[in-house]
């Protein structure tokens, strides 16, 4: 099992451009969520989904959309690149429910200029 | 709204030595509590994690207490080793969906 895979890496975007982050994962775990982080403010939750066709808003989701066609995937999209969207950003799946490990992949490294 | 509180943010210790990270959190219904090593330029990974309903839980070095009712809860790992050092995030659960609030994190270093 891969787990969770994110792409890219690695990502340069210029002001007011859109893009959209990969997330996909092979556990066939209902529970996937974004989120970012920033030097000393820890994770911060952007969006989450429950299962397929059902997303919903965490902490911080505003510059950001995500849909879930499917259990496996989950992307998201900067519909226009701000300076302060530059950050590390993490999807993570969890089993579902409560009280579960959250796994979460490799990370992408967004610099918006 | 709900938010979890993570001291120290920096922590230097010898090598040998124990290391205590402390959390609260703010939300009475949370009732899962994990604990997430990240290593530098990698993601984080889940070291151990606490239910409401256990007071304590130990693996090997590492160790997770849990107050309920003042709300906070600690790590604890004893006799370090330099590839302890990492930064170390605690987590609460909130809302009916299980989502995670993270703390902001506690940089060790352990010092050969």
């Known amino acids: 099992n891969a787990g969770v895979t994110q792409t890219p890496k690695f990502q340069v975007l210029k002001t007011g451009q859109s893009m959209t982050l990969q997330c996909a994962q092979d556990?066939?775990?209902?529970?996937m969520s974004w989120y970012r982080q920033d030097p000393g403010m820890g994770l911060r939750l952007i969006h989450y989904?429950?299962?397929?066709?059902?997303?919903d808003q965490g902490e911080v989701p505003n510059g950001y959309n995500v849909s879930r066609s499917t259990t496996e995937d989950f992307p998201l999209r900067l519909l226009s690149a701000a300076p302060s969207q530059t950050s590390v950003y993490f999807c993570?799946?969890?089993?579902?429910?409560?009280?579960?490990?959250?796994?979460f992949g490799q990370g992408t490294r967004l610099t918006v200029v | 709204g709900e938010n979890v509180e993570q001291h120290p943010s920096t922590l230097s210790v010898q090598e040998g030595d124990s290391a205590v990270i402390k959390c609260t959190y703010s939300?009475?219904?949370?009732?899962?509590f994990p604990w997430y090593k990240q290593e530098l330029g990698k993601r984080p990974q889940l070291i151990i994690d606490?239910?409401?309903?256990?007071g304590e839980k130990k693996d090997q070095r590492i160790a997770v207490t849990l107050n309920k009712t003042a709300k906070h809860f600690s790590l604890h790992i004893t006799e370090t080793q330099p590839e302890d050092s990492a930064v170390y995030f605690c987590?609460?659960?909130?809302?009916?969906?299980?989502?995670?609030?993270f703390g902001k994190g506690t940089k060790l270093s352990v010092k050969p």
């Open positions: 989904s429950v299962g397929a066709g059902i997303t």
């Open positions: 987590a609460a659960s909130i809302g009916s969906q299980g989502n995670l609030i």
């Open positions: 939300d009475s219904a949370s009732n899962y």
């Open positions: 993570a799946s969890t089993k579902g429910g409560m009280n579960t490990e959250a796994f």
């Open positions: 606490i239910r409401s309903n256990v």
């Open positions: 556990m066939n775990h209902e529970y």
